[in-house]
């Protein structure tokens, strides 16, 4: 059955090449729980301490002989910041927010160390690399004074992911792209796959970012909406045409020979990977048919494929063969898909935000910081979770925080019902469809879960007649803009016993939670005080939300 094969694949997505943690390690350490909202609490609730530092990615290992860096498989995190298309302005705080290392103020959110270490940019303005430069110059300054002199197995790892425009297709222009991109982003880098600081290794990844030219890309709403397109274009060669001399001198036009410029483009990255100057290389918007001609001529790689989430569920012949061909994928446009399918495809949507939710209930388990998930952050932790990379692109602080790698490494696994939800749900979001159309989602019935036989256990869970997953409801988010953890109680309608329905949510964060209509819920602080009373009103069906504050 083909859906069942593609289940299958995205299962078993480059298994004998990852080398994750396992899932145990994924989890923070929980500790004990009161199950009342008077008994005195930690106000930091969150254990994040124990989260591991980064997820990362073995890629596929050399076949041949390297003159310089590592001769194994190079490793890679799962989890990027991308600011190929962020705007200038915002480029600095972006990084900034993503990679500065925790400092020694705990109790601030701003000095969280976020564990980003990995940067998708973008050679189509060399402003936005240089831009990236001097934030990795900052942070370099940053990391040298707290660390005067670390050893190798100390000093943090940064990567870096250039992009080989398609107007620097061809072996020379490419190896001219590859120069001036490095020459923007690390100044006086000296031709090494690493560059080494008193407190940081630097890597960087290069990828042919299109096959060649189509002039249905300057048409595309992402290249008019683009602040990275400073000069827009109608078509491929009035954009060669603009191009400055010392390109056009570099190396003839991609557009003489279009089919074979990219080609030539890969034979300059092959030698800059064997020369050690980068850690990986890769291709990315590259359809099955140039794929198979990659395969064909590559002496090395590819170790890397960017694509979209639709091409990950849909195209399944062609992920089979990078799966194969030992080829690392990574997600380009994961949050934005989910999020556009807020509107195309509602249904779906929603039932990635029940998933969400269910798991913001206190539940046997769950972590302690499990309070609840976004239909973004499940789909980010779903691909994750089966050694896709994914790049959560925004320009929101709170969203990098909810989207981290820190925050990934510990949503719980999922179970292979969920899993199948997930993969129908998304399958649904890329093809604008209810999931009605594509074979439905069996929904479980939810069974005997009443305020009658719910209640918390000693070890914070919650223990019911029922086995069954609730389905059902109402996804309620509650934003919390205060100072201090909260927690949610749900105060039954007949007795007024406070059942406690999540664990602590931090400040600025949110947590997503499965409610009923006509539920009266009750938050807590740290301290068993009341903070707010809540009432989702008769009739409530899918969402609501509500603030803290």
């Known amino acids: 059955m083909k859906r069942s094969r593609l289940y299958l694949t995205l299962t078993f997505l480059l298994a004998s090449q990852f080398d994750l943690t396992s899932a145990a390690a994924l989890r923070a350490t929980p500790s004990p729980t009161q199950n009342s909202p008077e008994g005195n609490h930690d106000e930091n609730d969150s254990n994040t301490d124990n989260a591991p530092s980064q997820l990362t990615v073995k890629l596929s290992k050399s076949t041949r002989h390297r003159a310089k860096g590592s001769q194994e498989g190079a490793i890679i995190p799962l989890v990027g910041v991308g600011v190929g298309n962020s705007p200038h302005h915002k480029i600095p705080f972006i990084l900034a927010s993503a990679l500065s290392p925790k400092t020694s103020n705990k109790q601030s959110d701003n000095s969280e160390d976020l564990h980003y270490r990995l940067v998708d940019t973008s050679h189509n303005d060399s402003a936005l690399e240089v831009l990236v430069g001097r934030s990795l110059s900052r942070l370099l300054m940053a990391e ?37 991109s490095l020459s ?39 290249y008019k909406k ?11 060669y009035e954009e060669e045409d603009a191009l400055d001399d010392a390109t056009k ?21 092959e030698e800059l990977y064997h020369h050690g100057t980068l850690e990986s290389i890769g291709v990315s918007n590259f359809g099955p048919f140039d794929m198979n001609g990659l395969y064909e001529i590559s002496t090395e790689g590819p170790h890397l494929y960017q694509g979209s989430l639709r091409t990950l569920l849909l195209e399944e012949e062609m992920i089979e063969e990078l799966i194969r061909h030992g080829v690392h994928y990574q997600c380009v446009d994961a949050a934005s898909a989910v999020l556009a399918g807020r509107y195309s495809a509602p249904e779906a949507y929603a039932t990635l935000e029940r998933i969400g939710a ?26 994750v979770q089966r050694g896709v990379g994914v790049f959560p692109g925004t320009t929101s602080s709170a969203h990098l925080v909810e989207n981290s790698p820190l925050t990934l490494a510990i949503i719980p696994k999922f179970s292979p019902r969920e899993n199948l ?3 129908t749900a998304l399958i649904a979001i890329v093809n604008g469809k209810g999931t009605e159309e594509i074979g439905g989602i069996t929904r479980t019935e939810k069974e005997g879960v009443t305020p009658e036989n719910v209640e918390l256990t000693a070890s914070g869970s919650l223990a019911t007649s029922s086995s069954q997953q609730v389905d059902g409801g109402v996804v309620a988010t509650f934003f919390n803009s205060l100072q201090r953890n909260i927690r949610i109680f749900q105060v039954h309608p007949e007795t007024g016993r406070q059942i406690q329905l999540s664990r602590g949510i931090p400040p600025g964060r949110s947590g997503r939670l499965i409610v009923e209509p006509a539920d009266v819920l009750i938050a807590y602080d740290g301290h068993g005080i009341a903070v707010k009373k809540f009432l989702v009103e008769e009739g409530t069906s899918g969402r609501v939300d509500f603030t803290c504050e």
């Not at 940064?158 to 020379?172: C, F, M, P, Q, W």
């Not at 046997?364 to 998930?373: P, Q, V």
Request: proline fraction near 5%.
């Open 184 to 222: 923007d982003i690390l100044p006086g880098f000296s031709n090494s796959g690493t560059s080494s600081s008193n407190a940081i290794d630097i890597r960087v990844h290069a990828l042919i970012q299109y096959p060649r030219c189509y002039d249905s890309f300057f048409s595309s709403e992402t």
């Open 421 to 423: 939800d997930i993969e």
């Open 226 to 236: 683009s602040p990275n397109f400073p000069v827009k274009h109608s078509s491929c």
């Open 249 to 269: 001198s570099a190396g003839p036009s991609p557009l003489i020979d279009t089919e074979n410029a990219w080609r030539r483009s890969w034979r300059a990255l």
């Open 144 to 180: 040298g004074k707290t660390k005067s002199s670390p050893s190798a197995s100390t000093r943090d790892e940064y990567h870096l992911l250039i992009k080989i425009h398609h107007t620097h297709l061809g072996y020379e222009r490419t190896m001219l792209s590859v120069q001036n």
């Open 358 to 383: 269910k798991h913001g209930n206190v539940d046997e388990g769950d972590t302690l910081d499990a309070y609840g998930y976004s239909a973004v952050q499940l789909v980010l932790g779903w691909l």
